[in-house]
Every structure is written in C-alpha cells, then in structure tokens.
C-alpha cells in the first residue's frame, strides 16, 4: 500500500495546535516549513489507511480557522526509507475525489466512449470477442457507475445527480452512434457475439456482480482501477452496442440489448454500495 503525504498550508499561529492534533498517532514523519512571516506548511508523511484519520483530527482542531486553512492529499508512489503498513482502505475524502473526477462531464469522455462504440461495433459485426476486449479498455464507464453506488451509500445527492446524468450522456451517445453504424453495416443478428448479448442468464448477473464489487474495492483501497474499468465495460458496454446495431439496422431485439444493460447496471450498482457500505461501517468501527 502506497503511503501519503498530507500537505497543510494554515496560519503559524496554529502550527502547534495541527501538530498535537495528530500527536496520538502514529505517521511515518512529520515536518515544517515557514512560508512567510504569517503562514507555514505541515508536511506528514502517513500510510494511507491512516491518512482519513488525520485529515480529521486536522479538520478538527482548525475547525474555527478553516477559512485560512488548506489541507491536500497527494499519492506517494515510495519513500525511502520504506516503511511497513498494512493494507486498508484510503481516506473518504480522496476516495470522492477520485470518483468525481472519473464522472466530470468532458469532451474527452465523450469521444472515448464514441470511439469505444465504434470499436465494440467493429467487434460485433466480425464477430470478434478480441476486438470487442479492445474496445472495453477505452469505455469510461466506470466512473458514473461506482459514483451511483457511492453517491446512494452517503447520500450525495450531487454526486449522484452528476453520476446519473453522465451515465445516461454517455449510454445515449454509444447507443446513437452505434445506430448509425448499424444503418451502415448491416450486421447479421445470428451471429453468436450479437444473440449472447439480448438475452439475460444467471453468467451476466454473476458477471455484473463481481465487476461492481471489484470496481469498488480497487477505488477504495487506492488500487489502479483501469483493468478493474475493463471488467465493468465488458457488462455495460457490449449490451449497449448490440441494441443500437440492430435498431439501426430494423432488426428486432435491440430491446433485449437495453434490458441486458439495465440489468448490468443495476447489480454493478447494488454490489458496489454493498461495498461502500462494508467500508462505512469497518470505518465506523475504527473512531
């Protein structure tokens, strides 16, 4: 587990008072660094399972003065020398922050899923399980997906207004563009990777399941969640695609392609918030 150091900019009147906040417990290093005649910064070095920990007592302690306080998180990738700590899980506030970032509407998004779309039709029409993978590693749809279950789970209502509202912007673009794809190539609806994907078994639910949970897990314990993404795509993505290839084709069906990718979405959303309530409540136990 990669450690973190807390960067606290505040006035030097307060220093001694963050610094014996946080003297209970137990950082790899702490220091200082005077900015001005007024102002210093706090540097703390800490495992990243405590880093929420001493974002609070911090928050705490400042709580009359936050206005002149800054407190920022930054990922350490290793120090030296290397400290031992166990696994756990990050803080809240940079497990949201992360979240919020993968579901901020951008023009970038957007394109990666069109191109993903473009990608997943190309798969569909050749038949292609190989290519569809391709397409599942540039689908940003695991950002709106785990800021649904999180959003539900701590009841942010605007995290989960900005969640739902990109997951439908970037459903739509991916069902439109495929539409049109499919006026255009004119896919057979026979073929094995397209009828896989109409119809909902008990291998689709297990499947969304586990990439709900495992999406979560990788956010909450600061983990790299781009293969995590893959898994997600792979339940969102293809469902989405088939349905708008046969719509734009006349075929019938597409509606078994939606109803597949409500389904996905659905258990991705209820298995993450199993998740993010898990952690909610070993975060709980640990205050």
Not at 224 to 246: E, F, K, N, R
């Amino acid at each position: 587990m990669a450690g973190r150091l807390i960067e606290v900019f505040l006035p030097t009147e307060r220093l001694e008072l963050a610094r014996s906040s946080i003297s209970g417990l137990k950082v790899t290093s702490m220091w200082t660094e005077k900015l001005s005649e007024t102002h210093s910064q706090l540097h703390i070095l800490t495992d990243s399972t405590k880093s929420e920990k001493v974002t609070e007592r911090l928050s705490s302690s400042l709580a009359d003065t936050l206005d002149e306080v800054r407190i920022i998180c930054l990922p350490v990738e290793a120090s030296i020398p290397e400290e031992k700590s166990s696994s756990g899980m990050i803080s809240y506030d940079e497990l949201k922050q992360d979240i919020v970032e993968m579901t901020s509407p951008s023009s970038s998004t957007w394109i990666l899923t069109l191109l993903s779309a473009v990608v997943a039709a190309t798969g569909l029409y050749r038949n292609s399980a190989t290519i569809l993978i391709g397409a599942m590693v540039i689908a940003p749809l695991l950002g709106p997906s785990v800021g649904l279950s999180l959003s539900l789970v701590h009841g942010e209502r605007k995290l989960f207004g900005v969640s739902f509202r990109e997951m439908i912007v970037r459903s739509v673009i991916a069902v439109v563009f495929s539409a049109l794809l499919g006026m255009v190539l004119k896919v057979d609806p026979a073929l094995s990777e397209i009828t896989s994907r109409i119809q909902a078994g008990p291998s689709d639910i297990v499947l969304a399941l586990a990439s709900g949970a495992a999406g979560a897990i990788a956010l909450c314990t600061g983990g790299s969640s781009t293969l995590i993404g893959v898994m997600v795509a792979v339940a969102l993505m293809p469902p989405l695609v088939t349905a708008g290839l046969l719509w734009g084709g006349g075929y019938s069906g597409w509606q078994g392609g939606l109803s597949l990718f409500a389904l996905n979405l659905g258990c991705i959303v209820v298995s993450g918030s199993l998740v993010f309530i898990v952690r909610k409540l070993a975060r709980l136990k640990q205050r």
